[in-house]
């Protein structure tokens, strides 16, 4: 019987996990409508406290858990079955975590369905193109996201061109972030081809990739005509003078263009010049930043 009373006392023990500041700033945001936590030392405990108040807390529209954290995909389900919990979240960031490919398969399901989130931004998580492929079957059939930001995952071509692959099917999403994405003149191609017929996108980000003039041409192309793109940020690539005549004649002919960054690419002083003067005798584009 001793034994047994024992082995019940250090069952009963057993501690509770607790991180006192962190439950001070869950309390501090309660009320809130939006609860962003900036803390760099975050783990899968400290991930499941967020989760135990979300799954009761309706006065959360927006919540973001942002930083050099230590959470990877059992963090992520503590998370992710909170929200299945809770409809009254729209907005979601998970900056500077550490998902990776199986933290995202995790959650991409319930995605899948979900009729409340509307943007999402999965920024540094380690995400590559395994991570990809389950992101692309999540905008097949989402109906409710319209912000995608993947901004510093490794996605290379590969996964850029799954993600592409999904916006033939989608018609919801209309700000597509994929900056620091290891994206080269092959994944802007074949972004650019299915943005020809994409009449749902309105903002697109690619700065700080590798993306050279055959990409550029294939997005002049893409985006001449295209009735609903505003905004194109595609500085700090590869692009030079050869693709001049390609982007004036995209700001002739569309004229819903509101801000195209073009900055820190190879242009010469001539070549910005030309597309100044061009920019200002069509005055299409209110934002046109070289």
Avoid at 29 to 38: D, E, I, K
Avoid at 191 to 201: I, Q
């Amino acid at each position: 019987m001793a034994t047994n009373n024992d082995e019940e006392i250090e069952e009963d023990s057993t501690p509770i996990y607790e991180n006192e500041r962190l439950e001070i700033l869950i309390r501090q945001m309660r009320l809130c409508q939006n609860a962003t936590f900036y803390v760099n030392t975050l783990s899968n405990d400290d991930m499941q406290l967020i989760a135990d108040e979300l799954k009761t807390n309706r006065l959360w529209n927006s919540l973001g858990i942002i930083g050099q954290n230590l959470v990877d995909e059992d963090g992520a389900k503590y998370l992710f079955d909170a929200l299945a919990a809770n409809p009254a979240v729209d907005t979601l960031y998970l900056g500077g975590n550490s998902l990776g490919n199986r933290g995202v398969a995790l959650f991409m399901p319930l995605l899948s369905t979900n009729t409340t989130l509307t943007d999402l931004v999965l920024t540094d998580n380690q995400i590559t193109a395994v991570g990809a492929k389950t992101i692309k079957e999540m905008l097949r059939n989402n109906s409710t996201l319209t912000t995608l930001v993947l901004n510093g995952n490794p996605l290379s071509d590969n996964g850029v061109i799954l993600i592409a692959q999904a916006l033939e099917h989608n018609r919801t999403l209309t700000c597509l972030k994929l900056t620091r994405t290891l994206m080269t003149n092959v994944g802007a191609e074949k972004l650019a081809s299915v943005l020809r017929s994409n009449t749902t996108l309105n903002v697109l980000s690619l700065d700080s990739n590798k993306i050279g003039d055959s990409g550029m041409q294939a997005f002049s192309m893409a985006f001449k005509d295209n009735p609903t793109i505003q905004c194109l940020n595609i500085r700090q690539n590869q692009i030079s003078d050869v693709s001049v005549d390609g982007i004036i004649a995209m700001i002739q002919n569309n004229r819903t263009f509101e801000r195209l960054d073009l900055a820190r690419n190879q242009f010469s002083d001539q070549a910005k010049e030309k597309l100044r003067k061009e920019n200002a005798n069509n005055k299409t584009i209110k934002s046109l930043i070289l």
